[in-house]
T-cell receptor, first 115, second 112 residues
């Protein structure tokens, strides 16, 4: 299995500010994924973070709003920029299981509240 | 496109009752199918999976069978426990590399 650590676990932020969420994995992985879980809703994929190249964003998500870094095979960050109350969600980092491509592991998530 | 539809919750059962949570999907090709569980205060965990038609995934007394003909992957357990109280998500793998499409989630509450 893969152990994923996310920081911070939760935060309350003022609108107009930005928050960077960190995701650290205990083993090297090719792809890391960032999801958003809005209150009472399911998880939606924001983007795929690939080491050595730009992140690939899903429809409805843009780099200016959610810049992503992937400096190495065990770490990624997601920044939520110029926040508004609509950005209040749980943000989750996910990785594929090393050596097997049909199982994903998730971090515990970052609960963000924008006031 | 790809989508997953789950029965709405919350589902409230008494301990030892039989559980079914319905899940149907729409997808191109034959995706892998998953059930994930989110216990209170914890992260998402894989509960079970099936990678091809007629496969049965099972774990912790839960089972789900990949039914291509009905495009379904219903979750069942013969006797639920209070500790099974959680949110259950049905998901499909959109393409190679774990791009998952999730259903809306079903809250399960088990009373003692």
């Amino acid at each position: 299995s893969a152990v994923i650590s996310q920081k911070p676990s939760r935060d309350i932020c003022q609108r107009g500010t930005s928050l960077t969420i960190q995701c650290q994995v205990d083993s090297q992985v090719t792809m890391m994924f960032w999801y958003r879980q809005q209150p009472g809703q399911s998880l939606t994929l924001i983007a795929t973070a690939n080491q050595g190249s730009e992140a690939t964003y899903e429809s409805g998500f843009v780099i200016d709003k959610f810049p992503i870094s992937r400096p190495n095979l065990t770490f990624s960050t997601l920044t939520v920029s110029n926040m508004s109350p609509e950005d209040s969600s749980i943000y989750l980092c996910s990785v594929e299981r090393p050596g097997a491509y049909t199982e994903a592991f998730f971090g515990q998530g970052t609960r963000l509240t924008v006031v | 496109g790809n989508s997953v539809t789950q029965m709405e919750g919350p589902v409230t059962l008494s301990e030892e009752a039989f559980l079914t949570i319905n899940c149907t999907y729409t997808a191109t090709g034959y995706p892998s199918l998953f059930w994930y569980v989110q216990y209170p205060g914890e992260g998402l965990q894989l509960l079970l999976k099936a990678t091809k038609a007629d496969d049965k995934g099972s774990n912790k007394g839960f089972e789900a069978t990949y039914r291509k003909e009905t495009t379904s992957f219903h979750l069942e357990k013969g006797s639920v426990q209070v500790s099974d109280s959680a949110v259950y998500f049905c998901a499909l793998e959109r393409e190679y590399g774990n791009k998952l499409v999730f259903g809306a989630g079903t809250i399960l509450r088990v009373k003692s």
